[in-house]
């Protein structure tokens, strides 16, 4: 028997190697999982023992995933436990804030100086020229307490998921203030909340209120429960393999990294691919996650609600990354004064962006015009007492996407994107209210003001928003004219056209949120700039028509994958659950078979070296 062959898979199991974190889509994860449910399902009944269980084995799991990092995963447990326990127990209200007030510094502090200390230097850096040397504090801890030099002091790791089990902790603290949940009385059970392994490092954020109750719950796990979780699983794996690694690795890489050698319709329709890449890529980590979670009797939240089919930017965050936008609501829109008012956060974060997007433009014309936008606001606001209320909730709604952005990177591509979203958002809210006249008029004036940038100036930007207006302007003046003739049936054509709107606006955003992924935090915003403004040169640049045969020719199976992809994404929700149930229900041996054909098809896309998900940066 080949001892250190068995040795070496062990340590491939349970070892951390840096240059492999353990993922869903390897042989060694289901291996691994293989394992801990074999003893789960020995001790599933005894539910102290169970959860006492998983809370070691998620511990393990992030271990494999992001090494040491386990011990801030660790501290953030013990912290927010003990502190809970103090805001339950405290007399006053003065001494219960005081105790959130701590907690949320504590959890905010760790994720900033991890994840946001070089672009806080760099920012330094633009601002005064100070040059600020970014150090790993906790490495200089632990060569201290180990009284040698074995970790690295001169950089920073972000650890894998920091944001999601942050968020995590912060809802529960929160919630137990509003005594919205008791807090937990046995830590065992709590480092399992805050750890549970299928969501740990890319969500969905799972609130309080909705999972503990489940961990004093006894085990059960129906036939058709199994069927659906086994479904939730092969689905994930497809979504990740076959669509979004596929086309990322055989095409939208190669773009990204470098556009100015791909023509304009290979950077355009790199950043369409994008979007499902990103889709399929993260919703099928989800997927599995819900469905490796099932199997154990949990259930955890649905996070994407076919997002692609939204008409307009507010329903597409109602369907997108449903539990940040819900944790982003009840946590920092709606405190911030929601659509009911303003308060001293709102005025502070509108006052500390404008300033900042001020001093870094370097002109004394962008700080004028910041200058005038507020005081007319303001204006406004005080003057009009019937418009105060949805300017006020229409600023906390931007301030909201702003910190959303800031969220997922720390680099200035993040906070444009969260600030395309906010800009979306709120003219959703106007545009909706608007007469049929007033839009059809408002779209032309913006649209005249694009044509005459476009033959004035010429840039590749200027001509990239003529053409986007163009084709605007075209569906509204449509949609006003079937208006003005009184046609009927026009609320199915107007979805319709809403969301190709949407669909190319939410793509266009996102240019800034891929050019700023996947990058070294030291040179995030530099590099993440750089790829934004090529791809907007390369596309906004004139065509050569007669080359994209040839184009979509060479990349025929990527393209193929993208329209195959988005036709089942926009099928019937009706459709789909058709055949999810109906999966579930195959007698077991059919059901088997069915896995194989899959796996079997599923190998077939997999590329030499498997890809992370994209939100395990955040």
């Not at 809802?171 to 937990?184: A, M």
């Not at 709590?190 to 609130?207: D, K």
């Not at 079937?482 to 240019?511: E, M, N, P």
Request: charged share 10%.
């Amino acid at each position: 028997m080949d001892w250190s062959g068995i040795a070496g898979f062990f340590q491939r199991l349970f070892g951390f190697d840096p240059n492999s974190p353990l993922l869903f889509t390897q042989f060694y994860f289901w291996a691994f999982f293989a394992l801990v449910y074999a003893f789960f399902a020995l001790i599933g009944d005894k539910r102290l023992l169970r959860n006492a269980y998983l809370f070691f084995v998620s511990l393990v799991f992030y271990y494999k995933t992001s090494g040491l990092s386990v011990l801030i995963l660790l501290f953030v447990t013990c912290s927010d436990f003990l502190i809970a326990h103090r805001i339950a127990a405290a007399k006053t209200q003065g001494r219960r804030k005081a105790w959130l007030i701590l907690s949320v510094c504590i959890d905010l502090l760790i994720l900033c100086y991890f994840k946001y200390s070089y672009f806080f230097a760099d920012f330094v850096h633009s601002l005064t020229g100070l040059e600020l040397k970014v150090v790993n504090v906790f490495g200089i801890l632990g060569n201290a307490l180990a009284g040698a030099e074995r970790f690295s002091v001169d950089s920073i790791v972000l650890p894998v998921g920091i944001s999601f089990f942050t968020f995590q902790v912060i809802s529960y603290t929160v919630d137990v203030y509003r005594g919205q949940v008791k807090p937990v009385d046995n830590i065992l059970d709590f480092g399992f909340y805050v750890s549970f392994f299928p969501q740990l490092v890319a969500g969905p954020i799972v609130r309080a209120n909705m999972f503990i109750p489940q961990l004093y719950k006894k085990f059960f796990l129906g036939r058709k429960q199994f069927g659906i979780a086994v479904f939730w699983i092969i689905n994930g794996l497809a979504k990740k393999l076959i669509l979004s690694d596929y086309i990322a690795v055989n095409f939208i890489d190669r773009v990204f990294e470098n556009p100015q050698l791909f023509t304009g319709f290979e950077n355009l329709a790199a950043l369409f691919g994008y979007s499902l890449q990103v889709y399929a890529d993260f919703s099928g980590y989800t997927d599995i996650a819900i469905g490796v979670a099932m199997l154990m009797g949990f259930y955890l939240p649905q996070n994407f609600n076919s997002p692609y089919k939204a008409s307009n930017p507010q329903d597409f965050w109602r369907r997108w990354h449903m539990s940040l936008s819900t944790w982003l609501k009840n946590y920092l829109y709606i405190p911030l004064g929601g659509n009911r008012n303003a308060t001293f956060g709102t005025y502070f974060w509108i006052i500390l962006f404008a300033v900042i997007a001020a001093i870094l433009s370097g002109s004394w014309v962008v700080s004028l015009v910041f200058v005038v936008l507020a005081a007319g606001v303001g204006l406004v606001a005080h003057f009009n007492p019937d418009r105060r209320k949805k300017i006020l909730s229409n600023i906390n709604r931007f301030i909201t996407m702003l910190l959303g952005g800031m969220w997922h990177g720390a680099s200035w591509n993040f906070i444009i994107w969260g600030g395309l979203n906010g800009i979306g958002l709120v003219v959703y809210q106007f545009w909706k209210e608007m007469k049929w006249g007033v839009r059809f008029g408002v779209v032309s004036a913006v649209c005249l003001f694009l044509g005459i940038m476009h033959f004035a100036v010429g840039a590749p930007v200027w001509n990239l928003l003529f053409v986007w207006s163009l084709f605007v302007w075209t569906g509204t003046l449509v949609r006003f004219i079937y208006h003005c003739c009184g046609g009927k049936g026009c609320k199915q054509l107007g979805y319709f056209w809403g969301v190709a709107q949407t669909f190319t606006f939410i793509t266009f955003t996102r240019l800034f949120f891929r050019s700023g992924s996947n990058l070294d935090p030291a040179t995030a915003n530099e590099v993440a700039w750089q790829t934004a403004r090529r791809m907007v040169h390369q596309i906004g640049s004139a065509w050569n028509w007669a080359q994209i045969p040839e184009i979509v020719g060479t990349y025929w199976k990527v393209f193929a994958l993208v329209i195959a992809g988005m036709v089942i994404h926009w099928l019937p929700a009706r459709w789909k659950r058709w055949y999810r149930i109906n999966f579930a229900m195959l007698p077991l041996p059919v059901m088997a078979l069915v896995v194989v054909a899959v796996v079997f098809v599923v190998y077939q896309f997999i590329t030499a070296d498997l890809q992370a998900f994209i939100y395990f940066q955040f």
